[in-house]
Each structure stands twice: as C-alpha cells, then as structure tokens.
C-alpha cells in the first residue's frame, strides 16, 4: 500500500506537463495490480496525465466513450490510488482527445476474436465428470452438477459454484455441459468467462451489434458462466448478465455460474438474483483433503500412462496442499524431470521436482524479488542494492524496481528505502523506464514477463 510521498506532494502545483505525466503513471501503476489486466490494457494503458493544476490532475483520453467509462468503473482505484501518492487533495479530470476517432476502441480491443455462434459450444471434452476426482470436499458440488447436467433447467436454477483458485470450479463447470451435451447432442450449450463476455459486450457496442449478441444468449438452453466475481465494480456487465440470466431462466435454460466466492459476497449480484437464487442452489469447493489430493495425483499419472508408487503421491501430496492447480503442476514437473533421464519416479526424484515448487509457496517479498532481478542479471544483491553504476547494473537495479513497484506495489519511497535510500525520482524514473522499455522492445518485454513469472509462482490462471 503507498505510504504518503511527501515529496510527491511537494510537485504538486509545479503545473508542467511532466508532473502530470509522472503523477499518472504513478497512479496507473498503483492502479494496475488492482484491476484486471484486461481491463488495465482496455481502458487505462491509452490514457496520458497532460495537466497539473489547483489540484487537479488532467487526463488525457481517447474519447468521451473512454471518459464516462473510466469515471464510472475505476474512480475507486483511481481515488484509492491518489491517496496513495499524495495526502493533498487531488482530483482527477479526463479529457477526450478531441480528434474524430470512433474507431479508438475496436483498435484498442485485444486481438482475441469475438465469440460468434459458429465458435461452437467453447466446451473442452477432456474436462468431464470421469476426469474428475471426486472426495469430501467437492462431493456435494459434484452431486448437484451431475443432477443439473441430467436435466438442465429442471432440478437446480441457476446453480452457483464457489471456491478458490485451482480447485475445480471451471473443470466442473465444463463438465455439466459435456455431459448434458452428451445426454441430447442438439442442446443449446454455451461456456464463456465472465471477462470473455465484458470483451464481446464491448465490440457489440462498438460495432453496434447488440441486438445479436442479446439474441445469442436469448437462445441457449445452457448457459456456464465462469468467474462471475469479475463481475464486481462493473455496473454496465452486471445489467448486461441480468438481462441474460432473466430471460434465460424465464424461458426455462439452465444457468450454471462460477465465482470465487459466495453470492452475498457479490452484493450488487446477490441483491438482484436474490428471489431466483431461492430456486437455485449454491455449492462451494473446498480445497481437497490429502486422500483427495493423493487420489487426483494418481489420476493424472494414470491419464499420463505412468507409474507413480503410493509412496510418491503420498509424499508430493503431503506437501503441495493450496490448490489442484499445483498438484497438477508438481506432477508434470515430476514426469518431465523422470522422463528427460529415464529416471524411475521415486521420493528422492519428488524431491529434486518439488524444490522450486516449495520454493514458489514461500510468501513472496522484497528480498526474494531483488535476489531474483539480481540472479536473473547475472550480478550480486549487493552490487544491485549498494549502487554500482556500470550500464548493466542500473539496468538490473530499474528493473527490479520496477517488479516491487508492480508486484509488490510498494511506495516509490520503500522502493528507494531498498537501494540504499534512492530519492523517489529516482525510482519513479526506473518504473518509468523500464515501462516505456517494455512497451519499445519486445525482446526486452518478454525477458521481463518471463522474470515476473519466475517471481510469482509462475501458476497459469
Ligand atoms: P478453478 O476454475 O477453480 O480455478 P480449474 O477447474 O481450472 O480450477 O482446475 C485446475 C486444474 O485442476 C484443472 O486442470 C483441473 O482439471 C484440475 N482439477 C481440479 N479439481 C480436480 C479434481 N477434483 N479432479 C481432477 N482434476 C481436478
Ligand atoms: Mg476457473
């Protein structure tokens, strides 16, 4: 969390047009690990700080499309994120680029293409119910599944399926429609995520095609809707989901959704479904107990076609306990380390492929980052942290700067506090840097992305 930077404030009122840039990317790099990266690149990447003055910052946008929408889904993080930079009162304005320039968000939007109705169903066969292990922590969720699938629309509606990341939701999901697709091929089934869907909302508005893509979903007779938590801040999709969920389940078809926590924990959601959730049922997924977990390592290696003797699983699964993801990620760690030697799989083999892993589950703070930017460079913490200057230290001493600020979002302050008290510009020169790098240099990008990987977990969503 940004601690006040007293000299951020002390800027405040030179009104130069660098100020105000430094002051916003500032701020969009407090707002960034905040918001989903999709949504950071959608709306906030093309905006610039122009203007600094009596307390106003002036923010340039691309249109006044862009103005209405930043005001009305990130003024929280906007404001959280100015009292963050500076204890002065602040207000942010944006301005639209005056320029005629309709087509800024259809450029902008990422290249993923639309879902259209000749996407198919978007189901992926192998997450079925026989690939899915089932134990005390999701024998209830995957009871009500398997009924929804048997008669969609009939039993549970809309069936909610909780828990945390990595342990099932969206394998469960996916596999209620395999099955009901399975049971009567000519249903009507769909799966999107919830931000797949706030993208294909977008282009609908921009290219003026909403009235397809309302009929698309008026159509289904299944629809999953996966991650609706990402639903949370955003008014325009939640309209856009109850518009969808009404006339689906007025018409009869079945809803399945997925979130990462409960409904009442998505107010604006729960307060809207609250009458229909009554005829619903809402199941959580706990993380697997470690029978479960042993159960699902020997299932994978099955699939695999491989031999993983009890005391192996018994001995990975005792340790890798936060998510299925993980386990997962262990095992094919394990495989690949066995396979590349022609090694046998053993405890002692285990070990040597759990290392990063136990390594990945220590919590994540400064030290490990900068050891890593260090390692990564080929240089000494000492040398990053005690100010060498040659070209290839200050570029590993920005860079790991700039990975605290992102990861870490640590005042620009902290940061300096690290590196031998540098000044605050400083370190919001590194940031700056190795951003405008990021986005000149794709070699340098993707160097980075691979570093920031190795540095968070390195778990794929
Ligand atoms: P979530 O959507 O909850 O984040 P996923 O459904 O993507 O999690 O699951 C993560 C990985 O773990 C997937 O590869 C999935 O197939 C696997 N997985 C999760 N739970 C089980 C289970 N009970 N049995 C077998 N595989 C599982
Ligand atoms: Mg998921």
Not at 369 to 397: D, S
Request: glycine share 6%; aromatic share 8%; with cysteine.
């Amino acid at each position: 969390m940004g601690v006040a930077d007293s000299s951020v404030q002390a800027r405040i009122g030179h009104e130069t047009q660098l100020d105000a840039e430094r002051l916003w990317t500032d701020i969009l790099d407090y707002v960034r690990p905040r918001v989903s990266r999709e949504g950071f690149d959608t709306w906030l990447a093309p905006t610039k700080g122009c203007k600094l003055s009596n307390g106003t910052l002036e923010v340039e946008v691309p249109n006044s499309f862009f103005a209405d929408w930043l005001s009305q889904h990130y003024s929280a993080e906007v404001r959280a994120a100015l009292s963050g930079v500076s204890q002065q009162e602040l207000s942010v304005s944006f301005r639209p680029r005056d320029a005629v320039d309709t087509g800024v968000l259809i450029r902008r939007a990422p290249v993923r293409r639309p879902t259209t109705k000749q996407d198919g169903h978007r189901l992926q066969p192998h997450l079925s119910f026989a690939n899915f292990v089932v134990g005390e922590s999701n024998r209830f969720a995957v009871a009500a599944a398997r009924s929804v699938a048997e008669r969609p629309g009939a039993n549970y509606n809309p069936l909610f399926i909780y828990g945390g990341v990595g342990l099932g939701k969206t394998h469960l999901a996916q596999a209620i429609g395999n099955l009901a697709l399975a049971a009567k091929p000519g249903l009507k089934v769909y799966y999107t995520a919830a931000d797949d869907l706030f993208l294909e909302l977008i282009l609908a508005i921009e290219k003026n095609t909403r009235l397809e893509f309302k009929n698309k979903y008026r159509g289904l007779d299944l629809l999953v809707l996966d991650d609706i938590h990402y639903l949370v801040g955003k008014e325009r999709l939640q309209e856009e989901v109850f518009y969808i969920f009404n006339s689906l389940h007025d018409a009869g078809s079945q809803i399945v959704f997925t979130s990462d926590r409960p409904p009442q924990d998505i107010p604006a959601l729960e307060g809207r479904l609250a009458s229909r959730l009554g005829s619903g049922l809402v199941v959580d997924i706990q993380p697997p107990e470690l029978e479960t977990r042993i159960a699902i390592l020997k299932q994978k290696a099955a699939m695999d076609r491989a031999d993983l003797p009890d005391n192996v699983a018994y001995f990975i699964a005792a340790r890798v306990r936060t998510s299925v993801r993980a386990l997962e990620g262990s095992w094919v760690r394990l495989l690949a380390l066995a396979s590349l030697d022609g090694h046998p799989i053993t405890v002692r083999l285990a070990e040597e492929a759990l290392k990063d892993l136990v390594r990945e589950e220590e919590p994540f703070d400064h030290n490990r980052i900068i050891k890593t930017c260090a390692e990564h460079f080929g240089v000494t913490v000492r040398e990053i942290t005690n100010g060498g200057r040659t070209k290839q230290l200050a570029l590993a001493r920005q860079v790991a700067m700039y990975v605290l600020r992102s990861t870490l979002s640590l005042s620009l302050k902290e940061i300096g506090g690290l590196f031998g008290n540098k000044d605050h510009t400083t370190v919001m020169h590194a940031v700056k840097r190795v951003g405008d790098l990021r986005i000149k240099d794709p070699a340098f990008a993707s160097r980075l992305e691979k570093l920031t990987k190795e540095i968070s977990r390195g778990e794929p969503r």
